[in-house]
């Protein structure tokens, strides 16, 4: 079992954070203050290979409590592009 844990990171690399790619998914349907129960198939999870450091087994469905707490949208702009990147907030 996890601990309870504030993340801060930026979608698209959730996994530099620990964030297991079904929750990364579903966190960004998520409004400011929504809690939610999610289960991640092993495919959106650790897979066939499990995480042997959390006691994870190959294939596992995994359950999670989040809560969005906040999220900041930053805009980059050049004169080529405009790109926008969501930071997430989030217990997990």
């Known amino acids: 079992m996890f601990e309870d844990r504030d993340v801060t990171f930026t979608m698209g690399c959730g996994s530099e954070a620990g964030i297991v790619p079904g929750v990364e998914t579903a966190l960004k349907k998520f409004c400011r ?7 991640v198939s092993a ?17 596992a469905e995994l359950t999670y409590e989040v809560e969005m707490r906040q999220f900041v949208r930053v805009i980059l702009s050049s004169l080529t592009f405009l790109n926008v990147i969501e930071t997430g907030f989030a217990t997990v």
Do not use: F, V
Not at 33 to 39: A, Q
């Open 43 to 59: 495919n959106y999870g650790y897979g066939s290979e499990g995480c042997p450091a959390y006691d994870i087994s190959p294939g």
């Open 33 to 39: 203050g929504e809690k939610s129960r999610l289960k």
